[in-house]
T-cell receptor, first 112, second 114 residues
């Protein structure tokens, strides 16, 4: 099992560009999450999903959008990238028993 | 509301003990603990459930006080490999059920020196 896979691992964007961060899980977990982690800081929840077709805002949703058309995939869309969105982005998946969240390896995004 | 962790940072010598605290202003159904090494993704350590059930790590223990909405992580006889940043996570509660909204504290950086 691959667990949670994020692509790409690194990306440099210019201000105003858009991109989609991909996240896929093969554990059939219902709950999926997107976090951002600024240097030396904690994990801030951007969006989360409790199942296919259901998404909700987290702590810092502005500037981002998500969709969840399947259980496996939970892409994060950045529209009109800004330098403040420079961060490391983590996707995570959690089963309905809430016993353990599995994280992807992260996407390091720089907006210049 | 983000859970609050204390202390922000701890420096230990090998073999010493440490306690990391996590408190929430909201009712908790369960508390997760994760460790993140520099440049890596967070990794699950343990979960504490309402009612006292605990699942996770062999050498690290934790407690969960539901009434005080607090959890503490106990690292005993610390090893160099314990170094990293520790996060508590709270899935959020609605009544007796988790809401699924998993948010984390700001983290506690632990450095273990030889």
């Amino acid at each position: 099992n691959a667990g949670v896979t994020q692509t790409p691992k690194f990306r440099i964007l210019k201000i105003g560009q858009s991109m989609t961060l991909q996240c896929a899980q093969d554990m059939n977990h219902n709950y999926m999450y997107w976090y951002r982690q600024d240097p030396g800081m904690g994990l801030k929840l951007i969006y989360y999903s409790v199942g296919a077709g259901i998404t909700d805002k987290g702590e810092v949703p502005n500037g981002y959008n998500v969709s969840r058309s399947t259980t496996e995939d939970f892409p994060l869309r950045l529209e009109l990238a800004a330098p403040s969105q420079t961060s490391v982005y983590f996707c995570a998946a959690l089963g309905t028993q809430f016993t353990e969240a599995f994280f992807g390896q992260g996407t390091r995004l720089t907006v210049v | 509301q983000q859970p609050v962790q204390s202390p922000q940072a701890v420096i230990l010598r090998e073999g010493e003990d440490a306690v990391i605290n996590c408190s929430s202003s909201k009712a908790l159904y369960s508390v997760h603990w994760y460790r993140q090494k520099h440049g890596e993704a967070p990794v699950f350590l343990m979960i504490l459930l309402k009612g006292g059930e605990q699942k996770g790590h062999e050498k690290i223990s934790a407690s969960f006080n539901e009434k005080k909405q607090q959890s503490s992580l106990y690292l005993t006889a610390s090893q160099l490999s314990y170094s990293g940043t520790y996060f508590c996570g709270t899935p959020g509660a609605h009544g007796s059920s988790n809401t699924g909204k998993l948010i984390f504290g700001q983290g506690t950086t632990l450095q273990v020196k030889p």
